[in-house]
């Protein structure tokens, strides 16, 4: 690790079974404004930095890393510039105890450039006010899970599915009123085809369900509730537990969070 302006520095390192805590603020987000590249792109980050130390707040991978870690050949540059350039560019607003809200950018810089190698290495840095939900996120309460579950996800639907699925996981069997799960959880608006539940069910509900139960550390199925002819809601059933070991590194409240042992 390098020092840089009293801000320690996390160099490569990337691993697919380092896990992601992700505090209840940003799993809240009214509205999610990254594509599923950008929120890969997070979680990395979030997988990377010591939760516990607000200093580890730089983080930098070589786009070789960066490839092997999800499993792809190659990486075009302009698509990466265009990841971290969107997310530097996108508001995120985030709901606050007195039913007020907060906007700000997750990050304050990028930076692309050559090491002595040659290879192309990629910095990425944390605003201010990103910091309060990176780090000391215990009195927020978190989510966490192993990066890998959501590393081949190909829909955006599936990876926002698989963290309202994990985070209430707990109650096994639960009714979701469909707007809530379309609006709110899906970041699905003002869109009028899947107002149908006919489209929704087939472009969304059903690819990311499968998606999730084949991708991901837990199962799930589906009944939809109806109120008179229409339908209303969505009756989640946990088909399959978590192992023991999955189970203990899953934390979701403000009680012995345990500790992020990535570095």
Request: with cysteine; hydrophobic share 35%.
């Amino acid at each position: 690790m390098a020092k840089k302006n009293e801000i320690t520095v996390l160099d490569g390192n990337l691993k697919d079974f380092y896990l992601v805590q992700k505090s209840e603020p940003l799993l809240l987000m009214r509205t999610v404004p990254f594509n599923l590249g950008e929120l890969k792109i997070l979680d990395t980050y979030l997988s990377r930095i010591n939760s516990h130390d607000e200093k580890c707040c730089t983080v930098t991978f070589t786009k070789s890393e960066y490839e092997k870690l999800m499993g792809i050949e190659k990486t075009n540059i302009s698509t990466l510039k265009k990841y971290t350039k969107r997310m530097l560019g996108k508001v995120i607003e985030v709901p606050m105890s007195n039913k007020g809200y907060l906007q700000f950018v997750l990050f304050t810089s990028a930076k692309c450039e050559l090491n002595d190698y040659g290879e192309r290495v990629i910095e990425l840095e944390c605003s201010e006010k990103a910091k309060k939900l990176f780090f000391g996120i215990e009195q927020l309460g978190y989510l966490q899970y192993e990066l890998k579950n959501i590393l081949s996800l190909t829909s955006k639907y599936s990876f926002l599915l698989y963290l309202y699925l994990l985070k209430n996981r707990y109650r096994a069997d639960w009714i979701v009123p469909l707007q809530e799960l379309r609006e709110q959880y899906l970041d699905i608006k003002n869109n009028e085809t899947y107002l149908n539940f006919k489209y929704f069910k087939r472009d969304v509900l059903d690819k990311a369900v499968n998606e999730v139960n084949k991708k991901t550390n837990i199962k799930f199925s589906y009944e939809t509730k109806k109120t008179g002819r229409r339908i209303t809601g969505i009756r989640f059933q946990l088909i399959q537990e978590l192992n023991e070991v999955e189970t203990n590194q899953l934390s979701f409240n403000n009680e012995n969070p345990p500790e992020n042992t990535n570095d």
